[in-house]
């Protein structure tokens, strides 16, 4: 079973990288961009079958590790 | 005064940190980071500067699970001192003895140059033999120097006396280097033994390097 975590900035926690990110695509005339950010994407195999059990154990993974929740938030996708 | 400098694969200040102490007069001992205990005699633990574990994930982030920082929690929660500069500042947030996490600089560029930071609070091991407001002169160089806390947490910080330094300019103005809240350097912890800060100290041992104002930041542990 495949887990699909994604990482990025709290909300009202600057981001500078989507920032910069923003003006360049600003600068390269793509109007309407409201705003940009990035985050990472850490994709987790996993052995069991159990989606709720998979669910559970990434969910420590991100508490513990992938993410730290001072400044990020995460979502997790079971595939 | 015993002083133990952790080493974890990727830290490359071990050994400019050791010789700061040790030419301060003070024991040194490297510590690699499997080692499960400190050596009994420590009097203080230093977490140098470096790219441990190459800043994988996040800077600190995996360093914080190696054996010896079990050890340095449970010597920090029994009141040991811990001092962390730069990484050893980020690994300090990451395994939970300081407050706030330190995030990419907001102009996105490695920072490296000597810089003036002011001293906030000096009634604490650290800076005692520096005085209120006294502008000192240390090299900073970090990508994720960017000091965050949340508006309740920098309640707390201020109320307890926990922020330790801000960059400023040569008259004492805050400046944003990096972006820190409030320009933060350097925080510790509310029982004030465990300190971290960006600025690298050890680098500022002689006037002929740049600057001299990193010794009596080191000496204040001796007290």
């Given at each position: 079973m495949?887990?699909i975590?994604?990482?990025?900035?709290?909300?009202?926690?600057?981001?500078?990288?989507?920032?910069?990110?923003?003006?360049?695509?600003?600068?390269?005339?793509?109007?309407?961009?409201?705003d940009v950010?990035?985050?990472?994407?850490?994709i987790?195999?996993?052995?069991?079958?159990?989606?709720?059990?998979?669910?559970?154990?990434?969910?420590?993974?991100?508490?513990?590790?992938?993410?730290?929740?001072?400044?990020?938030?995460?979502?997790?996708?079971?595939? | 005064?015993?002083?133990?400098?952790?080493?974890?694969?990727?830290?490359?200040?071990?050994?400019?940190?050791?010789?700061?102490?040790?030419?301060?007069?003070?024991?040194?001992e490297?510590?690699?980071?499997?080692?499960?205990?400190l050596?009994?005699?420590?009097?203080?633990?230093?977490?140098?500067?470096?790219?441990?574990?190459?800043?994988?994930?996040?800077?600190?982030?995996?360093?914080?699970?190696?054996?010896?920082?079990?050890?340095?929690?449970?010597?920090?929660?029994?009141?040991?001192?811990?001092?962390?500069?730069?990484?050893?500042?980020?690994?300090?947030?990451?395994?939970?003895?300081?407050?706030?996490?330190?995030?990419?600089?907001?102009?996105?560029?490695?920072?490296?140059?000597?810089?003036?930071?002011?001293?906030?609070?000096?009634?604490?091991?650290?800076?005692?033999?520096?005085?209120?407001?006294?502008?000192?002169?240390?090299?900073?160089?970090?990508?994720?120097?960017?000091?965050?806390?949340?508006?309740?947490?920098?309640?707390?910080?201020?109320?307890?006396?926990?922020?330790l330094?801000?960059?400023?300019?040569?008259?004492?103005?805050?400046?944003?280097v990096?972006?820190?809240?409030?320009?933060?350097?350097?925080?510790?912890?509310k029982?004030?033994?465990?300190?971290?800060?960006?600025?690298?100290?050890?680098?500022?041992?002689?006037?002929?390097?740049?600057?001299?104002?990193?010794?009596?930041?080191?000496?204040?542990?001796?007290?």
């Open positions: 495949k887990a975590v994604n990482v990025y900035l709290k909300n009202g926690v600057l981001d500078p990288q989507g920032k910069a990110t923003h003006h360049a695509l600003e600068s390269m005339n793509f109007k309407g961009v409201n950010r990035i985050g990472k994407q850490i987790v195999e996993l052995e069991t079958e159990d989606r709720d059990e998979a669910q559970k154990e990434v969910e420590e993974m991100c508490e513990v590790l992938l993410a730290n929740t001072v400044i990020e938030d995460y979502t997790i996708e079971i595939a | 005064m015993k002083v133990s400098v952790l080493r974890f694969p990727g830290t490359n200040c071990d050994f400019d940190t050791q010789y700061a102490f040790e030419k301060l007069g003070y024991d040194t490297l510590i690699w980071h499997k080692e499960e205990r050596p009994r005699d420590t009097d203080l633990v230093v977490i140098p500067g470096g790219f441990s574990y190459g800043d994988y994930l996040r800077s600190g982030s995996i360093a914080q699970f190696s054996p010896i920082m079990r050890a340095v929690v449970n010597y920090a929660n029994s009141g040991g001192k811990v001092l962390g500069i730069c990484n050893g500042f980020q690994i300090l947030t990451e395994v939970g003895l300081l407050p706030g996490a330190l995030k990419r600089n907001n102009n996105l560029h490695f920072i490296s140059k000597h810089q003036n930071i002011q001293v906030v609070n000096q009634d604490n091991a650290f800076l005692n033999r520096c005085d209120k407001s006294e502008i000192l002169n240390i090299p900073i160089a970090h990508a994720d120097g960017n000091y965050y806390i949340d508006d309740d947490g920098l309640k707390e910080l201020e109320s307890n006396d926990q922020v330094l801000r960059y400023c300019d040569a008259n004492g103005n805050r400046i944003v990096n972006g820190s809240v409030t320009s933060i350097a350097g925080v510790c912890n029982e004030k033994n465990v300190f971290g800060l960006m600025p690298h100290p050890e680098r500022a041992l002689e006037d002929i390097l740049g600057s001299s104002d990193g010794i009596k930041m080191l000496q204040g542990f001796e007290q």
